[in-house]
C-alpha cells in the first residue's frame, strides 16, 4: 500500500499563494504518477493536475495552467504550488498516486489518496 499525507492547506486572500504538500510512502516503487484533485462544497471531485513519478512530466487542468505548478522534491513528496488564487479556487485538495499511465485527469484511475487539505481563498 502507499500512504500519502497532504499538508499546507489554510486561509488565504484572493491573490496570494499557497504550497500544498503530499508525503508518500509505503510501496511507492510501484508508483507511475501522483495527481492532485480538488472538491468545493456540493461539487464533484475535479482534476487539478498530475506529476509522472520517473520523469516529472506534467499535466494541468486549464482553470489551473499558468497559475498551479506541480514538482517532485527528494523522490518522495510531491508539491502544489498555487499562485493568483481565485475564490474558486476554495476547496478540499487531495492527493492521489496511480501505478499506471495515461488518463491523468480521471480520478477513478488512482489507487491511492491522501485525507484532503483544506485550501480558502478569501475574496
Known amino acids: 500500500q502507499v500512504q ?7 486561509l488565504v486572500q484572493a491573490g496570494g499563494s499557497l504550497r500544498l504538500s503530499c508525503a508518500a510512502s509505503g510501496r511507492t516503487l510501484a508508483t507511475y504518477a501522483m495527481g492532485w484533485f480538488r472538491q468545493a462544497p456540493g461539487k464533484e471531485r ?20 499558468g497559475r498551479f ?13 498555487m499562485n493568483s488564487l481565485k475564490a474558486e479556487d476554495t476547496a478540499v485538495y487531495y492527493c492521489a498516486s496511480k501505478d499506471y499511465s495515461g488518463n491523468y485527469s480521471a480520478a477513478n484511475g488512482y489507487n491511492y489518496w491522501g485525507q484532503g487539505t483544506q485550501v480558502t481563498v478569501s475574496s
Do not use: H, M, P
Open 46 to 65: 475535479e482534476f487539478v493536475g498530475a506529476i509522472t513519478w520517473k520523469f516529472g512530466r506534467t499535466y494541468y487542468a486549464d482553470s489551473v495552467k
Open 4 to 10: 500519502l499525507l497532504e499538508s499546507g492547506g489554510g
Open 69 to 81: 505548478t506541480i514538482s517532485i522534491y527528494n523522490g518522495n513528496t510531491v508539491y502544489l504550488q
